[in-house]
């Protein structure tokens, strides 16, 4: 039987709070409610103690005290599940704030809930395709090392082995062009591949992944970049022996 996935949603305008919550209770979720950070906080303390998952979480970024970008940073401490920003901003700065912080997408306001459901299902099915692969291969492509079990990556550099800090997203990514080493995806399709639906949202979330991996190659000390740029075209791994 499947289990009954449970979404904590945050935003300070209990109106859309209410709309949500109603929207996806009729959905068949369960929800965990809060109109600031700090009850968000202790919604997912108590969730923790009494051994009740939080499988998604929706939180507002421009909120009065702590903001979103710092209360998922906060939840990211204790949660690995995704987390959507529901957001008026559209400024780069605050995407790449958002990304940093461990976001794994955004959802523009003004929304349409059909939209919104859909991309709860999406990272959701996502959840349970990670879940269910088996993969135990561990990979080498020059100086750096991929175990798709583990989803670890590593740098054997000149300071040693370094492991790099990476999100969910940020691995996957890296999983899906490694595995197809020298093939060329464009934006379109990692996200169907990565983000589990059609490619209608903002390019810009694939470009600024792409980014902050290979920022995170460099800073571990890789010879070269993994990733290249195909221009007019998309992405690939380099196949390095």
Known sequence: ????????????????????????????????????????????????????????????????????????????ESLGCPIIFLTARVEDADQLDGFAAGADDYVLKPFSLKVLGSRVKAHLAREERR???????????????????????????????????????????????????????????????????DATGDPSIVREHVRRIRKKFQDAGAKAAPIETVWGVGYRWEARS
């Open 131 to 197: 879940g269910d692969v088996q993969d135990a291969t561990v990979l080498r492509f020059g100086d750096i090392a991929i175990d798709y079990a583990a989803r670890t990556v590593a740098v054997y550099a000149e300071q040693g082995k370094v492991t790099l800090d990476l999100t969910r997203t940020e691995f996957d990514i890296i999983a899906l062009l490694s595995k197809h080493a020298g093939r060329v995806y464009d934006r379109a399709q990692i996200y169907e591949q990565v983000w589990g639906w």
């Open 1 to 76: 039987m499947q289990q009954t996935k449970r979404l904590l949603i945050v935003d300070d305008e209990s109106a859309i709070v209410h709309m949500l919550d109603d929207f996806f209770r009729m959905e068949g979720y369960e929800t965990v409610c809060a109109l600031n950070a700090g009850s968000a906080l202790q919604a997912v303390e108590m969730s923790l103690a009494s051994g009740e998952r939080i499988d998604l979480a929706l939180l507002d970024v421009n909120m009065p005290g702590m903001d979103g970008f710092e209360l998922c940073r906060r939840i990211r």
